[in-house]
C-alpha cells in the first residue's frame, strides 16, 4: 500500500489508516458544511426526532437541554395540543403558558386522578387550617391581655376597688372557648367537603 497519502501528509501504512483518514475528512467536512445561522434542536424536536425549524413554536420554551420539561408534556397533552395551546395564547404570555402546561403535565404524572387541583386544594386546606390557629392565638392573646389589665387595675385601686370594676374583669368571656367551637366545627365542614 505504499504511495497513498492521508490528509495529514503522512504515507498510510495499511488500508486502515485510510478508512480512519477519510472518516475523519468527512466529519471536518460536515462541520464546515453546517451554516453558522442553524440552531440546536430544541426539547421537542429532539423528541419526536424531527428537524427544528426557526419557525419552531416549541423552540423559545423547550430548549435541547431540557428535554423532560417537554416529555412530561408530550405525555400527557400530545404535541398537537400542546403546540394548539401556545399558539392560542398571545405572544408575551406563552413563556407563561408553558410554564403552566409543564406544571399541569408534572401534577398529572404524580397525581393521575386530581392532577394540581390535589395540589391546590390541599394548600388551601393548610391555609385555612393557619387562620383558624392565627385566630385562636389572638383571641388568647386578646384574654390574656384582659386578664393582665384587670389585674393590673385590682392592684391599683389598691384592694379596695370600685365593686363594677371588679365585676367588669370577672364577666370577661373566655374568647377561647368561645373562638374554638365554631372554628373546629368549620374545619371538619371543610375537611368533609374538600
Not at 445561522?37 to 426539547?43: E, I, Q, R
Not at 395540589?119 to 388551601?124: E, Y
Request: aromatic share 6%; charged share 20%; hydrophobic share 40%.
Amino acid at each position: 500500500m505504499t504511495g497513498v497519502v492521508v490528509a495529514d501528509g503522512r504515507a498510510a501504512a495499511s488500508m486502515t489508516d485510510v478508512v480512519v483518514a477519510a472518516a475523519a475528512d468527512g466529519r471536518a467536512a460536515g462541520r464546515r458544511g453546517r451554516s453558522p445561522s442553524s440552531t440546536p434542536p430544541c426539547a421537542a424536536c429532539k423528541l419526536l426526532r424531527r428537524r427544528c425549524t426557526p419557525a419552531c413554536v416549541f423552540a423559545p420554551y423547550f430548549p435541547g437541554g431540557e428535554p423532560q420539561r417537554f416529555a412530561s408534556v408530550h405525555k400527557v397533552f400530545g404535541t398537537s395540543n400542546a403546540g394548539k395551546l401556545i399558539q392560542e395564547v398571545p405572544v408575551e404570555h406563552r413563556g407563561d403558558a408553558a410554564s403552566s402546561l409543564v406544571y399541569e403535565a408534572n401534577a398529572r404524572i404524580s397525581d393521575p386522578i386530581y392532577g394540581s387541583v390535589g395540589a391546590i386544594t390541599s394548600l388551601q386546606r393548610q391555609v385555612e387550617s393557619l387562620q383558624t390557629q392565627l385566630a385562636l392565638a389572638q383571641a388568647e392573646m386578646f384574654r390574656l391581655r384582659m386578664a393582665e389589665a384587670c389585674a393590673a387595675a385590682g392592684r391599683s385601686s389598691s384592694g379596695g376597688g370600685s365593686p363594677s370594676s371588679m365585676s367588669d374583669c370577672k364577666r370577661t368571656p373566655d374568647l377561647h372557648v368561645a373562638l374554638d367551637q365554631p372554628s373546629m366545627m368549620e374545619l371538619e365542614y371543610a375537611k368533609f367537603w374538600y
